[in-house]
């Protein structure tokens, strides 16, 4: 095991090397730029994500489809993820994370335009897609196809299923001392009574458990932030400076060059919001939707709530925290230093902190089933659910009680080899994306049904 785990190792070293995070933010620059900024319309797909479309049949509202891709992409990584950029690259981690959010959100708009454009109906009637659909009708690879929905089935396994479930169990017996074995039974209890309803039981669970967990979150947030009211404009100054300054060790804090702070601040973005990674697409093409646009505004709000929002606030959090208190982080590093920071609000924050944990790793475990769904309906067409559900719901289990450290380096492996198919297509049918955008948004025919050729 210790064998493979380094092979592991060393092909994450390569796959999510420095050409992978040159190849992402260049794509989520480039895309910006041709798409003449599309992030502009943020508010406008606030307001659409909320927002029922009328007339139209089949599929999910689109809130439903955001809900379920924001279940998947919010999760552990939006807290402890963001503590290890800090930890690594200091607190200019956070301004290049939530710059790297800022521009993703033109490649979540992309690929959930092109998946909604060349989405397909089920023998229900209903909406499926996802880059896999997109491959094999507009790029005509089969290849590919098969390809990426093999590393989302098997990715699903890992980064939704096991490592959640893992995380789980490590808080409940650290925070409750409730035994593993115990946790992963009751997981796999309450992940069974959604997961074996199919999509439309876990969109719907997801919608009603994002809202919640969001307000939960952001709720204990503003008030880790009043009581740190003092040190939260030092932080923000603090944060910008140091992503553009190297800093010497100093306060608690890592000394970090400009390099370290964008490494590791763009590197968490990436992982956060998932954009480029072809996952939010799949529930994007679920939804009901006039045109391809209309519901690409509303998957790009996905990252603007996990990166731009989500991400930003645990980074100020932590920051103006060990600004309030550098004594209480004295030898604390990596993920501790969230849970360390929620301790200034005494038990309350500690139980804050793992209530958050717990409630994001279990979204996530439901996010992910659906995309595992998909890729594997793909593959074996929809009979083969019912196998895939059990199989699923075994490894929730079984990440619970075991060592995920193999899991893990499997996960980001898989995690990377699904980005490259997808940014392959996007670049290929960046025309497309680009035509679709001028013609719905900045033609305004946004409320104009699909169809214009």
Known sequence: MNGLKSLLDNLNSMVWGLPMMVLLFGVHLLLTV?????????????????????????GMSPFAAL?????????????????????????????????????????????????VKYRERDGQGSYVGGPMY?????LHSKFLAVLFSVFAAFAAFGTGCSVQANAISSVMETAFHVKPAITGTIIC???????????????????????????????????????????VIPALRLIVTAAFTPR????????????????????RGLF????????????????????????????????????????????????????HQPELFAGISGGDLAEASFGLMNGFGHVIFAVSLVIFAFATILGWSFYGERAVAYLFGEGSLNYYRICYLVAVFAGSVTS??????????????????????LLLLQKTIVKETNHYLWGGRLDERDGHG
Do not use: H
């Not at 997109?134 to 507009?138: H, I, L, R, W």
């Not at 306060?251 to 590791?264: D, E, I, L, P, W």
């Not at 193999?406 to 997808?422: F, H, I, K, Q, Y």
């Open 34 to 58: 041709r798409l003449r900024m599309p992030q502009r319309k943020i508010w406008k797909a606030l307001r659409l994500s909320v927002t029922e479309e009328e007339g139209e049949e089949g």
């Open 67 to 115: 809900a379920t891709a924001l279940a998947a992409t919010l999760g552990t990584g939006n807290i402890i993820g963001v503590s290890m950029a800090v930890a690594m690259g200091g607190p200019g981690a956070v301004f290049w994370c939530w710059l790297t959010g800022v521009f993703g959100m033109a490649t979540k708009y992309g690929e959930s335009l092109l998946a």
């Open 134 to 138: 997109v491959m094999k009708t507009a």
């Open 189 to 231: 209890a309450l992940a069974a009574v959604v997961i074996l309803g199919g999509a439309k039981k876990i969109t719907g669970v997801c919608e009603r458990l994002i809202p919640f967990m969001a307000v939960f979150y952001l709720g204990g947030s503003m008030a880790l932030l009043y009581i740190n009211r003092a040190y």
């Open 248 to 267: 010497a060790a100093a306060g608690g804090f890592v000394g970090s060059t400009v390099m370290q702070a964008a490494r590791q601040g763009i590197a």
């Open 272 to 323: 956060s919001d998932e954009s480029g990674l072809g996952t939010a697409p799949m529930a994007a093409a679920g939804a009901r939707s006039k045109n391809p646009v209309r519901q690409a505004l509303v998957s790009m709000t996905g990252t603007f709530w996990d990166t731009v929002v989500f991400c930003a606030v645990t980074g100020i959090v932590i920051v103006s925290s060990m600004l």
């Open 404 to 425: 995920m450290g193999v899991v893990w380096g499997l996960s980001d492996l898989l995690n990377g080899l699904m980005a490259v198919p997808n940014l392959i297509c």
